[in-house]
């Protein structure tokens, strides 16, 4: 989350996030991810900055073509897992003051980076083992620009953004416990993506939309320490 634009401040935070994905295409995929955080955010005047460490368990479901050598009729397949994720996640963010238009308070520009090392991740299909993902550290590098609109509440604010995504990372796979180089591989792409959010107090909810048709419902709430 990006912040606004005060005085001179610092606080160290803990607290929990919840978020769910699902796809508009034909993949049915559909995701579940919880977790707890803890951090410290300080601004001065427009700049605000921050840095966050957490665990997040991930649940996924996936429906995917079986077109294994040992099926004989290849059909659709349920694909899931689970596994956890620890990440770091510095960020920096300008706040432009909008005196002009009394609807919309602020422009913010703000980029983040998102480091996370993933857990090993047992793929079943059908309930049976399938594969293990070997643990993958990723790194994530994002831009995002938000206007802000006072809420009725004091402490209320709605944001409606664009946000572009670098993210980079390895993994790699094993079948039957022997590893499958041909198949590990790296990934290495962009993701652009529209948000819509608000911050009451400390609580904070954000829906976003993607180029890969990813509708993505995020909510978190922090408590100062």
Same mark, same amino acid.
């Given at each position: $989350?990006?912040?606004?634009?005060?005085?001179w401040g610092q606080s160290i935070y803990a607290g929990f996030s919840y978020g769910w994905? %699902?796809?508009? !295409?034909?993949?049915?995929f559909d995701s579940e991810t919880y977790g707890g955080f803890a951090g410290l955010r300080g601004e001065y005047d427009a700049i605000s900055y921050g840095f966050t460490a957490g665990y997040l368990h991930h %649940? *996924? /479901?996936?429906? +995917?073509? /079986? !077109?294994?050598?040992? +099926?004989?009729?290849?059909?659709?397949?349920?694909?899931?897992? /689970?596994?956890g994720t620890w990440f770091? $996640?510095?960020?920096?963010?300008?706040?432009?003051?909008l005196d002009m238009i009394e609807e919309i308070s602020q422009v913010v520009f703000g980029a983040r980076?998102?480091?996370?090392?993933? &857990?090993?991740?047992?793929i079943q299909l059908d309930d049976e083992v399938a594969a293990v993902v070997e643990q993958t550290f990723a790194h994530e590098v994002s831009a995002r620009a938000e206007l802000h609109a006072p809420l009725a509440t004091e402490t209320g604010r709605l944001r409606i953004g664009a946000e572009?995504?670098?993210?980079?990372? %390895?993994?790699?796979?094993?079948?039957? &416990?022997?590893?499958?180089?041909?198949?590990?591989s790296a990934f290495d792409e962009f993701t652009y993506r529209?948000? +819509?959010?608000?911050? +009451? &107090?400390?609580?904070?909810? %954000?829906?976003?939309?993607? !180029? !890969?048709? *990813?509708f993505d419902v995020t909510a978190s709430l922090r408590f100062p320490l």
């Open positions: $989350m990006f912040g606004g634009c005060t005085p994905a %699902e796809t508009s !295409n034909s993949d049915h %649940e *996924t /479901d996936h429906q +995917i073509s /079986d !077109n294994r050598p040992e +099926i004989t009729k290849a059909g659709l397949v349920d694909q899931s897992d /689970d596994y770091v $996640m510095p960020a920096l963010s300008y706040a432009y003051e980076y998102l480091g996370t090392l993933q &857990g090993e991740r047992t572009v995504l670098w993210s980079q990372g %390895e993994y790699g796979l094993e079948i039957g &416990g022997q590893s499958v180089p041909d198949i590990s529209g948000i +819509i959010g608000a911050d +009451i &107090g400390p609580v904070s909810f %954000e829906v976003s939309y993607d !180029n !890969n048709e *990813t």
